[in-house]
Each structure stands twice: as structure tokens, then as C-alpha cells.
């Protein structure tokens, strides 16, 4: 019984401490507003970085992994994008 | 290769490396308490000395850094790093960060990995490599509780960023102020 009241009361504060499910898909990457995020397990976005990609004299785009093994949505340099648009 | 597993192309002098770091603390606001400062008080307060019990890695529990005894120069300009990008981020957001760092394990790997990412954006600007993923999960696969999706969210932010600092783009503030220090006053230490 306590471990049950301790595993609710963590997972209520844990819910409160990140607020809402932004509904992503876990491992996912996206452009907003500017700026890469990447989506946690829980499908919460979570931002890369402290600028946004423009102040960085970058954008944001679909670029391939430096590991070569997927495209990622990051900062990158304009020529090295795949998709100039910003993804969603 | 550096026994952190970092390639570094020159060591730093440890005079460099105690320069860098007091300039660090003092632009992102760290109190540094190091293990002899800690043990001493703890001797003569306590009449133990904890660091003789647990061995403490050097943590930052923002604005406090702890320092381990001996660390080499590539160790603490590492360590320097790691803890100004964490200070940054507790300082941008004080409140907010202690809930999310303590209340949450995938809060806490968010900002784990933000600061390995200042720390890959220095010694990217240092050797010009990228190493492995699974070496730059090292660090935060020990002593910070965080679970499987924890460590893989850590991850994701790491690639991402990994890729965008091959394009040598710095996307922290820590990294941004580490490299700019550098370039000044050790531009040999720089590829």
C-alpha cells in the first residue's frame, strides 16, 4: 500500500513538475518556432540548445545525423539541409 | 586518447585550466566547494570527514560546484564546462529548474545532456571530433537515476545536437562563453 501511494504520489508530481504531453511521437524530432526539440518518452518536447537557430546564423531543417544513420531535425548550416521549411 | 575517453590534440597547462574554470564560475555563478574545503570544515564541525566515506564525483547542485582533489587539466576544464552549462540553466530559471531537476527524472536528463553538450561543443572547438554516441552517454549513465527512457531522451538531445556542432554551429551558452575564453587567452589549445 505505501508503495502504491508512493509510486501515484510520484507519478501526480511528475505530471505537475512537466506539465502537459505535447502528443509527439518519443524519439521524433520537429523545428518551433526557430529552434530544434526532440520527443521524450512521455511525448513531451524537449528544446536543443539556448537559441534559436537563426541567432546562431543557422536554420532549422531536416539535416542528416552526424552518426549517418537518420535525418534529424537540428540547426544546421543551409547548405547541409535536406528540407528547408522547418519541418512543422 | 584521454582517460575520459576524449581525444584532445594539447593538454592544457594546469595554470590554463584553473584560469578557465574560475572565469566560468565567476560569469555563470557557481560557489565552488572543493573536497579539501569540504573536508576540512566536516573534521573540525563534524569530526569525520565525508569524502573519506563516500567518493564523491565532482556534482554541481546549482549554484554549488563540487570539485574532487586532483582532477587533471583536460578533467577539470571538462567538469568546468559541464557545471557552467548547469548553472546557466538554473540561473535562467531558478524555480523551475530545482523542480524539474529533483522532481523529475526526465526533467533532470534534459538538463544532464544540455550540459554534455556544452561540454562536446568545447572539445569539438579543442579536436575537431566528434566522438561516439555511447561515449558521450557515459557520464550521464552513472549516478544520476535516470531510467531507460530517461537515458535514451539524453540521447536524441545529443545526436541532434552532435550534428549540428560537426556544422560548427554552438548552441549553448556555456559553450558559446567557454570557446570565447579560450580563443583569447589559449588559442593553442583550439584546432
Known amino acids: 500500500m505505501n508503495l502504491m501511494m508512493t509510486v501515484l504520489f510520484a507519478v501526480l508530481i511528475g505530471c505537475r513538475v512537466l506539465g502537459p504531453v505535447d502528443g509527439c511521437v518519443p524519439g521524433a524530432t520537429i523545428c518551433k518556432n526557430g529552434a530544434p526539440y526532440v520527443c521524450s518518452q512521455s511525448s513531451r518536447l524537449t528544446r536543443v540548445g539556448d537559441k534559436t537557430c537563426a541567432e546562431l546564423g543557422a536554420v532549422c531543417c531536416e539535416t542528416l545525423s552526424v552518426y549517418g544513420n537518420k535525418n534529424v531535425f537540428a540547426c544546421a548550416r543551409q547548405d547541409r539541409c535536406i528540407v528547408t521549411d522547418g519541418g512543422h | ?191
Open chain 2, 1 to 191: 586518447m584521454h582517460r575520459n575517453g576524449w581525444w584532445s590534440l594539447i593538454t592544457p597547462t594546469q595554470d590554463i585550466a584553473n584560469r578557465f574554470h574560475e572565469h566560468l564560475m565567476g560569469v555563470f555563478g557557481g560557489f565552488v566547494i572543493t573536497e579539501s574545503m569540504l573536508s576540512g570544515a566536516a573534521g573540525v564541525l563534524l569530526h569525520v570527514d565525508p569524502t573519506k566515506i563516500f567518493q564523491l564525483d565532482s556534482r554541481t547542485i546549482p549554484p554549488v560546484v563540487y570539485l574532487r582533489d586532483g582532477l587533471l587539466p583536460d578533467e577539470l576544464m571538462d567538469v568546468s564546462v559541464n557545471a557552467a552549462s548547469l548553472l546557466s540553466q538554473f540561473w535562467s530559471k531558478p524555480l523551475e529548474y530545482m523542480k524539474r531537476f529533483f522532481g523529475s527524472s526526465e526533467g533532470r536528463a534534459g538538463y544532464l545532456a544540455h550540459a554534455r553538450v556544452s561540454a562536446l561543443e568545447v572539445s569539438f572547438a579543442r579536436t575537431k571530433n566528434i566522438p561516439p554516441l555511447d561515449d558521450l552517454m557515459l557520464p550521464l549513465k552513472r549516478g544520476h537515476l535516470l531510467g531507460d527512457g530517461d537515458l535514451q531522451l539524453a540521447r536524441d538531445i545529443l545526436e541532434n545536437a552532435a550534428t549540428s556542432i560537426s556544422q560548427d554551429i554552438v548552441l549553448t551558452k556555456a559553450g558559446h562563453e567557454a570557446i570565447a575564453w579560450l580563443r583569447v587567452n589559449a588559442p593553442d589549445l583550439l584546432a
